[in-house]
């Protein structure tokens, strides 16, 4: 029996898309969710903004057919030209307030489906990484916009950062661990 692998950030799905020139969704965003936002978006958006300008929106909701309620995208990206959609999401391993493990190992895959369905592209990336590497973490999303659009205006940002240090996404018993070790404290540089 082959044993599964486990999964490593950043995470990137790409639907399949019907029209290589026009990347549209088949549901947009429908405005700013209210969400409490992560301990790292706030800095993380900030870099965003720095290198994707006004292509940048945070906390956007998208509801799915058939759902009552969104789902919320800690930031979306949308490419001008083709209208690509990029949901951005910012994974920790518990919430800092419950202690509760969050963004375990297949915790996410049906929120994913809805979104992957409805013509988005999805990037997820470890909190860890967006806090140590936003940079790394931007030329990331800079090379998914411009390798399925072709849109590559703003490439030379990237020339001379480095490539993302990957992270294995964690199992509830390695998030309680984590949570324990106060690991997110110590990147993150907090006391709670």
Not at 151 to 174: E, G, H, M
């Amino acid at each position: 029996m082959a044993k599964k692998s486990i999964p490593v950030y950043p995470i990137i799905l790409i639907p399949n898309f019907a029209d290589h020139q026009n990347f549209a969704p088949l549901i947009n965003a429908n405005g700013s969710g209210n969400v409490t936002v992560g301990a790292a978006e706030e800095g993380f958006g900030q870099v965003l903004k720095h290198y994707f300008g006004d292509w940048v929106f945070p906390q956007q909701e998208m509801l799915p057919n058939g759902h009552d309620r969104p789902y919320t995208a800690d930031f979306v990206i949308v490419e001008p030209n083709t209208e690509l959609h990029l949901d951005i999401e910012v994974d920790e391993s518990h919430c800092f307030s419950t202690g509760v493990p969050t963004h375990c190992i297949g915790d996410d895959d049906y929120r994913n489906l809805c979104f992957l369905k409805a013509g988005w592209v999805i990037i997820r990336f470890a909190e860890e990484q967006v806090v140590s590497q936003p940079e790394r973490c931007c030329r990331f999303i800079g090379n998914v916009v411009a390798k399925l659009s072709g849109n590559v205006s703003f490439s030379y940002q990237f020339v001379d950062i480095a490539p993302l240090t990957p992270v294995k996404q964690w199992s509830r018993k390695q998030a309680a661990s984590l949570k324990k070790k106060n690991y997110r404290q110590g990147y993150l540089s907090v006391d709670r």
